[in-house]
């Protein structure tokens, strides 16, 4: 049986490709690989969280918590980028499974914060060491030192299409 005919997106184009289309060509391709790599990390990150009851936000909230202590709910939203909304829901859940609780602030009545509470400590602390296992092993398919090339390059990459939206 034969092959169906390629189409027109891997064929070249009349007179070639120039430098611009090469660019395109490999801006896609980077961002299908980031797409991917990161879907299949953060696939074997939430398996990981799962197997605590947890979604990958809820553990991220514990985790910033464990790591910076009582913060401000907008704080906590900023640190793992999440809407107003969803950082509200994410703590009211929380709060219902004994994780967290909220205290006031008083430097100002609206505002709220986040703090572990015991039964949160026990369970960030007994988790989170196997769950940095559970990242490192995702993350194994690089070395070490292309791990750390790779966190530079990315924060360029993040950096760089940041300003590009400011502008």
């Excluded at 703590?91 to 499974?97: G, S």
């Excluded at 205290?103 to 015991?118: F, G, S």
């Amino acid at each position: 049986m034969k092959s169906a005919p390629s189409t027109s997106r891997t064929q070249p184009r009349a007179g070639g490709s120039t430098t611009s289309d090469r660019k395109q060509e490999a801006a896609l391709k980077l961002w299908v690989v980031l797409a991917r790599a990161f879907n299949a990390v953060s696939a074997r990150i939430s398996e990981d969280v799962a197997r605590h009851e947890l979604t990958p936000t809820e553990f991220a909230i514990l985790e910033v918590l464990y790591h910076k202590g009582p913060l401000l709910l907008g704080e906590v939203q900023r640190k793992i980028l999440v809407t107003s909304g969803g950082i509200t829901y994410l703590v009211d859940r929380l709060v219902e499974k004994g994780l967290v609780k909220r205290e006031e602030c008083a430097e100002d009545r609206r505002a709220r914060y986040a703090v572990l509470t015991p039964a949160g400590t026990t369970l960030i602390r007994k988790v989170f060491p196997q769950h940095a296992v559970a990242i490192e092993q995702a993350v194994s398919g690089l070395s070490t030192t292309e791990q750390r090339e790779a966190v530079q390059l990315l924060k360029k990459l993040g950096l760089t299409a940041a300003e590009r939206a400011e502008e």
